[in-house]
């Protein structure tokens, strides 16, 4: 990709350089890169499978083929696509000390991270709403949130995701970088990139704080407003039992909600106002952000959901069996 601000004084357009970018990120594993790359596979391995676990008992299962678990599996591709997006320069920075990026590569993969990043969102938002019709109106719950409902919700969020990340990437060919622009993370994230712009950046930095705000904060806000109303009507349930059973039926979907909105919030203020946070906050609390969701989400709801919990115990056995019945006969 030619940029048309690399071309130096006196040279002719042929001898344009390559926009590139430098990865930064893991300051403190410099020392221990060969074991913090095994860590870090080890982890990508665990996020594919606990994900596509999740996904294949969804479908093999059906009774499963209801709305709140249509929105765990689209929970589970999304965290997929953002743990998919993110890990490869991680890897390759840690494995091959390939630090450096070319724009379009970079520029690919932040519409990704954001477009993955904002379909969670989105989809964490819908969950709120199913606990909400489940605990506030449980008498038209299934009236209302039914599987063609959920189908056009996923396809809303996909729209509206293409729709607000598309122009971010766009915007950014627009402008002027240094040939030595060293990035803050092992991945590219919108606002880490114009910080090191040369040239105006009031144009993207407002688009991109309205996109944030459009998606990841009226989600928010959503999903606030949702748990006020589902604790008011808990609150005026007749009996401690009866309140306890409802607030257990949101505890998966509470700590889907802190797993994936404290570390983006924190992330989104380093980025914008924490010009003298040192690195190794950034980093950590991006990784936290980007890793800490695919992790954690299927093993949450894997333990909360007593038929997905039976279905992966129900394999685990039939496994061991198989694995005895082989032993004996050998």
């Known amino acids: 990709m030619e940029h048309p601000c690399f071309i130096p004084p006196g040279t002719n357009s042929s001898q344009t350089s ?9 300051p403190a594993w410099e020392s221990s ?11 990508y391995l665990l996020v594919l499978l606990g994900n596509w676990t999740v996904l294949a008992i969804i479908k093999a299962e059906q009774s499963l083929h209801a709305p ?7 929970l589970a591709v999304s965290d997929l696509g953002l743990s998919t997006s993110v890990f490869p320069t991680m890897l390759r920075m840690l494995w091959l000390e390939g630090r450096e990026i070319s724009s379009s590569t970079c520029f690919s993969q932040m519409f990704f ?11 964490i938002l819908a969950m709120a709403f199913d606990r909400y019709m489940a605990i506030c109106h449980p008498l038209r719950y299934s009236s209302i ?20 990340q598309f122009p971010l990437p766009i915007l950014l060919t627009q402008l002027c970088f240094s040939r030595a622009s060293k990035l803050s993370h092992p991945y590219c994230l919108h606002p880490d990139i114009i910080k090191h712009a040369d040239s105006d950046t009031k144009i993207n930095s407002a688009c991109g704080l309205f996109v944030l705000l459009s998606t990841l904060g009226l989600d928010l806000l959503f999903v606030l407003l949702s748990y006020l109303l589902i604790l008011k009507t808990i609150l005026n349930l007749p009996t401690w039992r009866e309140r306890l059973k409802a607030l257990n039926n949101c505890i998966s979907h509470v700590c889907a909600v802190l797993l994936f909105f404290i570390p983006m919030i924190c992330l989104s203020m380093l980025h914008r ?6 690195p190794q906050v950034y980093t ?45 006969f050998q």
């Open 18 to 26: 390559t926009l590139t970018f430098f990865l930064g990120g893991f």
């Open 33 to 43: 890169r060969m074991w913090s790359a095994v860590l870090l596979c080890s982890v």
């Open 68 to 74: 709140m678990y249509l929105l765990l599996a689209m």
């Open 113 to 123: 991270i954001h477009s993955f990043t904002d379909i969670e969102s989105a989809t």
């Open 145 to 164: 949130l039914t599987n063609s409902v959920i189908t056009k919700i996923c396809v809303a969020i996909v729209t509206r995701t293409i729709l607000f």
């Open 273 to 278: 106002f924490g010009k003298h946070v040192s």
């Open 284 to 328: 950590f609390t991006a990784n936290l952000h980007f890793l800490a969701p695919p992790i954690l989400n299927p093993i949450v709801y894997s333990m909360k959901t007593k038929v997905i919990r039976r279905r992966i115990l129900r394999m685990l056995c039939q496994r061991g069996v198989h694995k005895s019945r082989a032993a004996i």
